[in-house]
């Protein structure tokens, strides 16, 4: 729905490889970016969870509200 423009964000908390292998580059070829819960950038693939978004801005900024109320 972040790929297509329906939603500007998406949590998704249980993720396996092969959930998001396919949608992964949908993402970025429609301009949106992705991470794991914790911020990761790194092996998304294999993270367990993601978090899209439709630029990377609003991506660093709900990352950052979900870990900011998860320590404070």
Do not use: Q
Not at 5 to 11: F, P
Not at 48 to 65: D, I, M, P
């Amino acid at each position: 729905m972040v790929a297509a423009g329906r939603l500007h964000c998406a949590i998704d908390t249980i993720m396996k490889p092969w959930d998001s292998a396919a949608i992964l580059p949908c993402i970025k070829e429609a301009g949106g970016d992705f991470c794991t819960l914790n911020g990761s950038r790194e092996k998304v693939m294999f993270g367990g969870s993601l978090v899209s978004a439709c630029n990377s801005e609003l991506l660093n900024r709900v990352v950052e509200r979900m870990n900011s109320s998860v320590t404070g």
